[in-house]
């Protein structure tokens, strides 16, 4: 038999959900559409590399105004959040980026704690995230959460 303690609340602590989404070869309005299919509010850019050689229809300075414009909210994070790191150090002697590392920088846990708040507020989607990242991110919170579980509900938004 299960009861209260009386004077004790216990806190449920929820989980939010966050969208991922790349633009792949879609035109704007179709990006902009499937925001609006899956109910988005706020989209996080976390593209390093702002521009598109193959899509320039998503340059940061086209893409930030659309999406405003359709009442979304638009934040750009990847000085802190992107895949590629600027400093020398966050690469191993092949190149590869050392994402552990990456998510240790107070500036990515500043970030991500962004990231998490906004979408305890909002429907958020990531804009482009690379998986390997989205992964060392989520191991990076969950060791820092009671439980150690991390927050592990993310789903993406392109079909």
């Given at each position: 038999m299960l009861s209260a303690v009386p004077g004790t609340i216990k806190t449920v602590l929820r989980r939010p959900t966050i969208w991922t989404v790349g633009h792949s070869n879609h035109e704007c309005e179709r990006l902009l559409e499937l925001f609006r299919?899956?109910?988005i509010e706020y989209v996080v850019?976390?593209?390093s590399q702002r521009y598109s050689r193959f899509?320039?229809?998503?340059h940061r300075?086209?893409?930030q105004p659309?999406?405003?414009?359709?009442?979304?909210?638009?934040?750009?994070?990847?000085?802190?959040?992107?895949?590629?790191?600027?400093r020398h150090e966050h690469y191993d002697s092949d190149g590869h980026a050392l994402y552990g590392e990456i998510a240790a920088q107070p500036s990515f846990q500043h970030a991500l704690q962004r990231v998490l708040d906004g979408?305890?507020?909002?429907r958020l989607a990531l804009h482009a995230l690379a998986r390997a990242q989205l992964h060392d991110a989520e191991r990076q919170h969950a060791d820092a959460e009671p439980g150690g579980e991390g927050c592990d509900d993310h789903r993406p938004v392109s079909r």
């Open positions: 299919e899956h109910q850019d976390v593209r899509a320039p229809q998503f300075e086209s893409l659309a999406v405003e414009k359709t009442g979304i909210r638009y934040s750009f994070l990847a000085q802190a959040l992107g895949g590629r790191p600027e979408a305890n507020r909002y």
